[in-house]
């Protein structure tokens, strides 16, 4: 009985490893974030392990089951539609019950946004904070202000159609003169990875209908 946590592509499907598809081949399910979203991964990857959905929405209620079947002697992976399972996506829930119960869980080396945005923000990475999505309302403003007071880098994930108000934000905490770096379909196409202040920024991406996943990296203090 294992529990697999297996990273998939940010973008480009050829960042998929030999390993990862190895064990999605070898394990009896496949937990998946968005089924239509994996099946095109699988296709790709000739992957026909049968393939459930398993997301934010539906995790709390099927939590217990899963570990059920895995406590039987299933083998499962958890693959979200993009980067590692429990890195803000659905796996932590289950990962938690599972190791409280006994199952042996392991989690295989891959794709992640927040590293490749770091690393190539030019800006210091040898200490860093993640803070992964920012609340929508509650506890936004709290979070904004510890972020301006943060003296390492910050990592944030931002939605294209919250953007600016994030780089507003953060201007008006932080000062539009703060450095910043704003990553955009990273290892994909139309990839972006636009360096400069926040004020900059803010001139940049207002000029441009903004797509994509973003990673926004924050200098500190």
Do not use: W
Request: glycine letters at 8%; hydrophobic letters at 40%; charged letters at 25%.
């Amino acid at each position: 009985m294992k529990l697999y946590l297996v990273p998939t592509p940010i973008g480009n499907l050829g960042d998929m490893t030999f390993r990862a598809v190895e064990v999605l081949k070898s394990v009896d399910t496949i937990l998946a974030e968005d089924t239509r979203t994996s099946r095109k991964l699988l296709q790709y990857y000739d992957i026909a392990t049968p393939l459930e959905s398993y997301h934010a929405f539906n995790e709390h209620g099927r939590v217990d089951a899963l570990v059920e079947r895995l406590l039987g002697g299933r083998e499962m992976a958890i693959i979200t539609d993009a980067g590692t399972p429990g890195i803000s996506d659905p796996g932590f829930l289950l990962v938690r019950e599972a190791l409280k119960r006994g199952v042996a869980v392991e989690c295989l080396p891959g794709a992640t946004a927040l590293v490749p945005a770091v690393a190539s923000s030019g800006l210091p990475c040898d200490r860093f904070v993640f803070e992964g999505f920012l609340p929508h309302k509650k506890g936004r403003q709290s979070a904004i202000s510890r972020i301006a007071q943060e003296e390492r880098t910050t990592i944030v994930y931002e939605s294209p159609y919250r953007l600016l108000k994030l780089l507003d934000e953060l201007s008006a905490q932080c000062g539009a003169d703060r450095s910043v770096a704003v990553c955009r379909e990273l290892s994909k196409m139309h990839e972006e990875v636009f360096r400069g202040t926040l004020g900059d920024a803010i001139t940049h991406f207002s000029q441009k209908e903004v797509k994509g996943e973003i990673v926004v990296v924050l200098h500190g203090l």
